[in-house]
């Protein structure tokens, strides 16, 4: 297994012939990631909320890629986006959970859930359910080192109750991704299904989620970090942990990949442990049954 600091995206096997889906592929690590992809010939599926910028950023991916619009924001367009996809039948090979917001001001989606939660959580588990009658390899949660600041509130998931507070709402979206792969892969080998449940994180690298941290000021510096290797790295080695995710042949369901450098912040992928919160099984079902239900969607594996 590529679980060592040798890992580079030559490393990543042909993949002609396979299909995969990547949510926010129009920039960052997304975009990254389909460029790999569809160097070693798999047909890309970027699905951007954006269709004018993913066609702009097809452009960069070439190959068998093509766009559709999803908007994670609105469950109608999850469903619209699963339904049309190849004509709602044929099969995914991956489907990369990769599209997010961070840290904005208190905002709700089409369908009343805090963005954050509503982005990152909501509506890829919408997707995932929707897809995964047709999913034949994984599926890969983005999570991230945020979700070590994160915690569950089972009571108030929505921030509906509780006074809003914009890095916590995301440190929970995040250990949610984490947990929600965790629980998946569980009842995925309960039902003796082949299909993966695996999660990554990026470290920190340079992309357009950071905005809403004054990036405007900041995104200037740390480009020129993240070239220099210190701290930051840039989209394209950040895209690494998704891709060695994606594609390593005998990565086991359940795993975590990360980058091998101080503090997971940079480096080359490998596995990588979590914290405790996210090992939580009593909370991971709870969670897993409370999203499908906010989502609208059965995932058909029962607890």
């Known amino acids: 297994m590529a679980t060592t600091t040798r890992w580079t995206p030559g490393t990543v096997p042909d993949q002609s012939g396979r299909t995969f889906v990547i949510t926010g592929a129009n920039s960052g690590i997304g975009l990254e990631a389909a460029k790999v992809l569809s160097?070693?010939?798999?047909?890309?599926?970027?699905?951007?909320?954006d269709p004018d910028k993913a066609l702009s950023a097809q452009r960069e991916v070439g190959g068998a890629s093509e766009v559709a619009q999803l908007d994670l924001a609105d469950l109608a367009s999850v469903r619209t986006f699963a339904a049309g996809l190849d004509g709602g039948t044929g099969s995914v090979d991956v489907l990369?959970?990769?599209?997010?917001?961070?840290?904005?001001?208190?905002?709700?989606?089409?369908d009343g859930f805090e963005s954050q939660l509503g982005t990152n959580v909501i509506g890829h588990a919408a997707l995932t359910a929707l897809l995964l009658p047709r999913l034949t390899d994984r599926v890969v949660w983005l999570s991230s080192q945020a979700h070590r600041m994160g915690s569950i509130d089972l009571a108030d998931l929505n921030w509906e109750h509780r006074a809003y507070r914009r890095w916590p709402a995301y440190g929970q979206s995040k250990l949610?991704?984490?947990?929600?792969?965790?629980?998946?892969?569980?009842?995925?080998?309960?039902?003796?299904?082949?299909?993966?449940s695996v999660a990554a994180h990026p470290g920190y690298s340079s992309t357009n989620l950071q905005k809403n941290m004054g990036a405007s000021?900041?995104?200037?510096?740390?480009?020129?970090?993240?070239?220099?290797?210190?701290?930051?790295?840039?989209?394209?080695a950040g895209a690494w942990p998704t891709l060695m995710t994606a594609t390593d042949p005998d990565l086991p369901g359940g795993s975590y990949v990360g980058p091998s450098g101080p503090g997971e912040m940079t480096g080359a992928p490998h596995l990588v442990g979590s914290s405790g919160a996210s090992r939580d099984a009593a909370v991971q079902k709870a969670l897993f049954d409370q999203v499908e239900e906010r989502a609208g969607v059965s995932f058909g594996l029962g607890g």
């Open 217 to 236: 000021i900041i995104k200037p510096f740390q480009d020129l970090v993240a070239r220099a290797g210190l701290f930051i790295q840039t989209a394209e």
């Open 176 to 196: 949610a991704d984490l947990m929600l792969a965790y629980e998946l892969q569980r009842r995925l080998t309960l039902a003796g299904s082949p299909v993966r």
């Open 96 to 110: 990369i959970d990769n599209a997010g917001v961070m840290a904005p001001p208190l905002s709700r989606t089409a």
């Open 39 to 49: 160097g070693k010939g798999a047909r890309v599926v970027m699905a951007c909320r």
